[in-house]
């Protein structure tokens, strides 16, 4: 009944769960109109769990069920600012996630500001958690793990993550006379962290090398 009242002119994001019959794939479930008019940033499917992050203002985090093929369903849902481009399982119960925060412009838009890291607890399939969220640099920052997951370094069994980045100041108005495109980054480089179930803890960063 939503597909069919639904804007045709407005997107909307899908899962659907195939299957092998002789050499052909066939459809056997389907879960459509997750969150209409927003934009899938990214998904990752762990066992009988998918997770999945859309974006239009601020950043849902869903939590698929996918234990019954034919009957996919949403489970939870976490609403929180800004949005995760790349996630990686940290263990069984916590997901982190990488990705930009937010702000809005004074004209009244909400565009990517800074680099944000979030660490998830989804131990509850209905009510997944933020344990924290840490913003590196200001407007214009970017981490190249929103671009390939091989830039994304961890080590889950010390809990050892690094991720490469290029930073620009943080300033109050990156719109009007105090920044501008024409900055020169404050840092390129790798920031490291030590990742617990608590959250993130920095142990440090590495700047580039310049090439000769």
Same mark, same amino acid.
């Given at each position: 009944a939503r597909a069919q009242t639904r804007?045709?002119?407005? %997107?909307?994001?899908a899962v659907y769960v195939l299957k092998a019959v002789g050499d052909k794939l066939e459809v056997v479930g389907s879960l459509e109109d997750v969150a209409p008019g927003e934009q899938l940033y990214s998904a990752r499917f762990l066992g009988d769990r998918g997770f999945l992050v859309t974006f239009l203002r #601020?950043?849902?985090?869903? #939590?698929?069920?996918?234990?019954?093929?034919?009957?996919p369903k949403v489970m939870g849902e976490l609403k929180i600012p800004g949005y995760s481009d790349y996630l990686h399982p940290?263990?069984?119960?916590?997901? #982190?996630?990488?990705? $930009?925060?937010?702000? $809005?412009?004074?004209?009244g838009g909400v565009v990517p500001n800074a680099v944000q890291l979030s660490l998830f607890d989804v131990s509850n399939w209905e009510k997944p958690k933020l344990v924290e969220q840490v913003e590196l640099g200001g407007y214009g920052s970017y981490c190249d793990v929103s671009y390939t997951h091989k830039a994304f370094t961890f080590m889950p069994d010390r809990g050892l993550l690094a991720v490469p980045v290029?930073?620009?100041?943080?300033?109050?108005? &990156?719109?009007?006379?105090?920044?501008?495109?024409?900055?020169? %980054?404050?840092?390129?480089?790798?920031?490291?962290?030590?990742?617990?179930?608590?959250?993130?803890?920095?142990?440090?960063?590495?700047?580039?090398?310049?090439? &000769?």
């Open positions: 804007n045709v002119n407005e %997107p909307y994001n #601020i950043d849902p985090l869903f #939590i698929l069920d996918l234990s019954e093929p034919t009957d940290f263990g069984e119960n916590l997901l #982190i996630g990488v990705g $930009q925060s937010t702000r $809005q412009t004074p004209w290029v930073l620009y100041k943080d300033v109050s108005n &990156p719109f009007g006379d105090e920044g501008g495109w024409g900055w020169e %980054p404050e840092f390129e480089g790798v920031v490291c962290f030590h990742v617990t179930a608590e959250g993130f803890d920095k142990l440090g960063e590495l700047a580039g090398v310049e090439p &000769p």
